[in-house]
């Protein structure tokens, strides 16, 4: 505390002196300094005011104590004996009480055994269905007392109760027979199940290079025997599921077709099932979206499928007025998304076009990308007329915006996105052009089969094939193995799938397996994008899952002293190595 003083004297002493009195913290410094960073110095600081609360206290010899005093004597005289109550009397005693009564007792153990049969869960659900039964024709004589009097519309309300009850009751009993087929199915399949990812033919240490294909399971729906399978194509994101296009080559029939989605785990019905109005002739998956599904039909219509959504009816539909095909369509193919985000695929289709599909947000939009030549001997004023169609489509690998296309004059066009025009075209077979896939590993190889029985293997900077092998039947379809780039497998029209190895033998299958009677021909092939199994497809409506032996997907021997290498560069090295002994 400080105080300012005046000298005492007899004067003074008899006059009133003011005192000012002021706060101060002895432990505030008086010269602040800080070090500046700007200036790399220490720099004084001004004195910051120190903080100022108006006191609370009031003194009570002034006016304002004085009526503060007086509401206080007001309160204190204003109490009555009544307004004092004991505490006990405004709780409420909690009785004691013994700890047995605050613990539920522990429920006993029952032992509880019993089977399972077909006429035990028959009865069952009939016992089920006449509770139900009986519960909904009590709930209908008390809506028809209640709703009597409002007359038509009551009976509307009634029966649109009736028919909601029915849909959830429907629904909750289609997801527990699925339950219940899995588990029967894996109890039939359950070893095939478990044990196909490691059973080995023992047998190809005897056979040299050659080798075999397993059968696993065979997919067929009863009410598509009349239809072909038309195409095949594996989910990416679940490798167990596959779809299967079914349509009919016999153009004189003009048959609806279907789409269904197998699993491994049963193979007795599809998972997913829908009908067209025109045969499937072409299917591809999205592989980032593994739910939509691009079909094109027969008719020249293309559509999106949604598997997510409970409607079987497609998400898009190609119209006259949004640019439909006017023949068939042969080959669909997702493509990148375009700039805003939207999905976006291709189609080719017997009238010459390659067009370009954009989901937009309630239709599809059309591009027309570009239109197949003519044929050579088609005189000039029948060139709109006359048109070549286009049978297959595959897109580069590394650059997306190249593709090739394969012609029923047996001709591959290699274009772009970015022309009108074809960059190459090359004579690649006498007859249609069956299928043409580029190599997943080497961004400069493809692969094309066709009717004239044979199957080329290209480098795209020739302009002949690399590799020839005649199959001495059609072939109907052709892929690369997902796991090596020397190694690819055929299907013919007299029932044989081939499987090469370019790497062991470069003149001859290492196995040819008929898999149908003689009396069928089959028209699909896929690898297993993870697994080293491969579907069929039959005109049957049958599709056939086989495995691979140890002899047709091992590596080539290396030299002694070298490890084994794997990995894409390999695979590009392997086919290089190739191409230059051929050259």
């Keep these: 505390m400080s105080e300012e003083k005046q000298p005492q004297n007899e004067s003074n002493l008899s006059?009133?002196?003011v005192v000012l009195r002021r706060a101060r913290l002895n432990a505030a410094t008086s010269s602040l300094m800080r070090f500046s960073f700007k200036e790399c110095c220490f720099k004084p600081v001004a004195d910051e005011p120190d903080i100022e609360i108006e006191g609370s206290l009031v003194h009570k010899d002034s006016e304002e104590g004085q009526i503060l005093c007086a509401e206080k004597e007001v309160g204190r005289k204003s109490k009555t004996l009544f307004s004092c109550i004991t505490t006990a009397t405004q709780t409420t005693i909690n009785p004691p009480r013994e700890v047995a009564c605050q613990t539920e007792s522990q429920p006993l153990l029952v032992n509880y055994s019993a089977t399972a049969n077909q006429w035990e869960i028959y009865d069952f659900y009939q016992e089920e269905l006449q509770k139900r039964t009986s519960s909904t024709k009590k709930d209908e004589k008390e809506n028809e007392i209640a709703e009597g009097a409002e007359g038509v519309h009551g009976n509307l309300s009634l029966l649109r109760d009736f028919t909601d009850k029915s849909d959830h009751d429907l629904a909750m009993l289609s997801t527990a027979a699925k339950l219940l087929e899995y588990a029967v199915n894996e109890n039939i399949n359950g070893d095939i199940i478990a044990d196909f990812k490691h059973f080995e033919d023992e047998a190809d240490e005897f056979r040299g290079d050659k080798g075999t294909l397993l059968p696993l399971w065979e997919f067929q729906y009863n009410k598509v025997k009349s239809l072909h399978v038309s195409a095949l194509c594996w989910n990416k994101k679940y490798n167990d599921l596959f779809a299967v296009g079914l349509g009919s080559h016999k153009f004189t029939?003009?048959?609806?077709?279907?789409?269904?989605?197998?699993?491994w785990r049963n193979n007795n019905h599809p998972e997913f099932l829908f009908n067209t109005d025109s045969g499937v002739m072409c299917v591809d998956i999205h592989?980032?979206?593994?739910?939509l599904v691009a079909v094109g039909l027969f008719n020249g219509n293309v559509c999106v499928y949604n598997l997510m959504?409970?409607?079987d009816q497609p998400i898009y539909n190609?119209?006259?007025?949004?640019?439909k095909h006017s023949g068939t369509v042969w080959q669909v193919k997702w493509w990148e998304?375009?700039?805003y985000g939207n999905h976006t695929f291709f189609s080719v289709s017997a009238d010459g076009?390659?067009?370009?599909?954009?989901l937009g947000k309630y239709e599809l939009f059309s591009t027309n990308i570009i239109k197949l030549p003519p044929m050579d001997k088609v005189p000039d004023d029948l060139n709109n007329v006359i048109v070549t169609a286009g049978l297959t489509l595959d897109f580069h690998k590394q650059k997306p915006y190249h593709f090739l296309v394969g012609t029923e004059a047996g001709k591959i066009h290699k274009g772009s996105t970015h022309y009108t025009r074809f960059i190459k075209t090359y004579e690649a077979h006498f007859r249609m052009v069956s299928c043409v896939r580029w190599n997943p590993f080497n961004p400069k190889v493809f692969i094309t089969c066709g009717m004239d029985w044979r199957v080329n293997i290209w480098d795209e900077t020739t302009d002949s094939p690399v590799f020839t092998f005649d199959l001495k039947s059609s072939v109907m379809d052709v892929a690369w193995a997902p796991y090596s780039s020397t190694v690819f497998a055929a299907v013919t029209a007299d029932g044989k799938v081939h499987v090469f190895d370019l790497s062991i033998n470069r003149f001859e299958a290492l196995c040819q397996q008929r898999v149908v009677s003689t009396k069928r021909h089959l028209t699909c092939i896929e690898f297993n994008p993870v697994h080293p199994i491969i579907i069929v497809g039959n005109d049957r409506g049958r599709v056939i899952s086989l495995k691979l032996s140890p002899n047709l997907r091992k590596n080539p021997k290396e030299e002694k002293g070298k490890e084994p290498s794997t990995g894409a560069e390999v695979e590009i090295a392997k086919m290089?190595?190739?191409?230059i002994l051929m050259r």
């Design 15 to 17: 006059e009133k002196t």
């Design 253 to 263: 029939e003009l048959e609806c077709g279907m789409l269904l989605f197998y699993t």
């Design 287 to 291: 592989e980032q979206k593994s739910h």
């Design 309 to 311: 959504a409970k409607d």
């Design 318 to 323: 190609s119209m006259a007025s949004s640019g």
């Design 337 to 339: 998304d375009d700039l």
């Design 353 to 358: 076009r390659v067009v370009s599909w954009t």
């Design 576 to 579: 290089e190595k190739l191409l």
